[in-house]
């Protein structure tokens, strides 16, 4: 019976206690909503400027992402300090939870961290041609954890962003256009300048090969057995290959023509050599 009185008491008693919190607690859930709108109007205001600064889609998407969970997380440790809670033993414990998973997952957090570099750097963008740890292919996709390249042989090649990043990167389409060296060997016994002018004639009758720098005949090396040519040109990325292509061709089959003799290892000649049938 005694229990049943006393009801009353701490009625009233939680009751002004409630009264009194009650401020605090309105001014946290104010706090919050506001908060939550303000986080709201800027992630939408961040999210036309990166479309207006052209920001590549997957790190758009990442950095909304981010900086909205962040905000959030900072609106919810504030409300919760407003409410007089302790917050230090919160942070403690969310730090460690991070330092754990941070260690957990560090070959992954490398390679989100090589691609956040290259979505930023832009050191390639994708249809670039590129060579990297031993693979040479076009670009296809670019995440924030690997890059997929296409091979020549059109097999597809995965690739961690964090090698990439700690790697060296050849870019062959960023300048969009080549400078090509091809080598061929003339024997002594072959007209140098003949075999010279017919090798500049094949360049200057392609359209595809730039005037500026202008392409280049010249005899680079005299070894042991024959004279070394060096045949340089530039020409843009689309077309490089068709004027390799044909002036490794038109090479062969003028210099031929005109009777000068390309120099052929021994080694090779004797190697095809022993594939023929013995005569009876």
């Known amino acids: 019976m005694e229990k ?76 919760i300090a407003n409410l007089g809670i302790e917050t230090t033993s919160l942070l403690a414990i969310l730090g460690a939870a991070g330092l754990a998973i941070g260690l957990a997952l560090q070959g992954s957090l490398s390679n989100f961290a090589g691609g956040i570099i290259i979505l930023v750097l832009k050191p390639f963008r994708l249809g670039d041609w590129v060579e990297a740890q031993g693979t040479s292919g076009t670009v296809t996709e670019i995440s924030l954890f690997y890059t997929k390249l296409t091979t020549f042989g059109n097999q597809l090649a995965i690739i961690p962003n964090g090698q990439l990043t700690n790697d060296n990167v050849v870019n062959y389409s960023v300048l969009g256009r080549r400078r090509d060296n091809i080598l061929i060997k003339v024997s002594y016994e072959s007209d140098m300048r003949k075999a010279q002018d017919i090798l500049t004639e094949i360049l200057e009758e392609q359209e595809n090969i730039l005037e500026d720098p202008a392409p280049q ?35 062969k089959l003028r210099l031929h023509d005109a009777g000068v003799n390309l120099n052929i290892p021994q080694k090779f000649i004797s190697d095809k050599n022993e594939n023929l049938p013995l005569s009876k």
């Open 4 to 79: 049943i009185k006393d009801i009353p008491f701490y009625l009233e008693k939680y009751s002004e206690a409630f009264m009194d919190y009650l401020p605090t607690l309105v001014g946290a859930l104010v706090l919050l909503v506001l908060g939550w709108w303000i986080i709201k109007f800027l992630v939408v205001r961040l999210d036309k400027l990166f479309t207006r600064k052209d920001v590549d889609l997957a790190l758009h998407n990442f950095l909304l992402t981010i900086i909205g969970v962040l905000l959030k997380v900072l609106l919810i440790l504030m409300v």
């Open 217 to 251: 005949v010249l005899v680079s090396n005299l070894t042991d057995t024959a004279m070394e040519f060096s045949i340089r040109f530039w020409a843009m990325n689309e077309t490089f290959w068709d004027c390799h292509w044909y002036t490794m061709k038109e090479a």
